[in-house]
């Protein structure tokens, strides 16, 4: 009985230590994150670039209790990634010395120029819809669509035409590439970005007014001829 005793004891001893060296190893631990050098009279003004050297020479890593993590997530944090990346970036407003990096300091990063991927002669161009108008969640960046509208004709009978054929989307709401779009689970959009010829877009704009309804989108087979050659008013 007495050996159980010990037992029991020697159990409870160990768990109310490792409880506590749990509790202590928490309110112990740390995290690191990045901030300028607390120097007086310190301002990175706007339009500075970091280098190697702006690392060394302004950067530092400031540790702080992990419990502190959630009331500073918006602060970069000092992992070798992050540091990386920082280089070549550009301040977009004066940030005073002492101040913890934050992803608002610097202006936002174009990965691909979106006006750069308008082809040579065409222009871009958004149209409202609706989703159950413009083929649902098939309509992505990258398709190609046809656009028609309802029309009275000289006989005031309705009739549908064809304003652009085998456009190229660019855009879907804000999205401007499928896998954005997918990653997000697909959302709603009211409206859509095009590109197509000058003059095709000019004459669409002019008898988009005379649409008697909301206009449709199209989904079209990728295969069907190419963007250069189908693209245009429909006659």
């Not at 690191?32 to 530092?60: H, P, Q, S, Y």
């Not at 954005?180 to 689970?185: A, T, V």
């Amino acid at each position: 009985m007495r050996n159980i005793f010990y037992l029991f004891a020697a159990l409870l001893s160990f768990g109310v230590g490792w409880f506590y060296y749990g509790e202590v190893s928490k309110q112990t631990a740390t995290i690191t994150k990045l901030r300028l050098v607390a120097e007086d009279g310190l301002v990175i003004k706007a339009g500075t670039v970091i280098d190697e050297a702006f690392m060394e020479n302004f950067v530092v890593s400031q540790p702080m209790p992990r419990a502190l993590s959630s009331e500073f997530d918006w602060a970069l944090g000092a992992d070798p990634v992050t540091r990386i990346n920082l280089k070549g970036r550009v301040f977009g407003q004066d940030v005073a010395g002492g101040s913890f990096l934050q992803r608002a300091h610097f202006f936002a990063e174009r990965q691909i120029d979106f006006d750069l991927r308008i082809h040579p002669g065409n222009r871009a161009f958004s149209i409202p819809v609706e989703e159950d108008r413009a083929v649902g969640v098939f309509v992505t960046p990258g398709s190609h669509v046809d656009v028609i509208g309802p029309f009275i004709d000289e006989s005031e009978k309705i009739v549908v035409r064809r304003l652009i054929e085998n456009a190229e989307v660019m855009a879907v709401g804000e999205f401007d590439t499928t896998a954005e779009y997918r990653d997000g689970d697909s959302p709603e959009y009211q409206n859509v970005t095009l590109q197509a010829p000058a003059a095709a877009v000019e004459e669409f704009l002019a008898l988009e007014v005379l649409s008697v309804n909301e206009l449709t989108l199209v989904l079209r087979n990728p295969c069907e001829g190419t963007a250069n050659e189908c693209v245009g008013l429909g006659q």
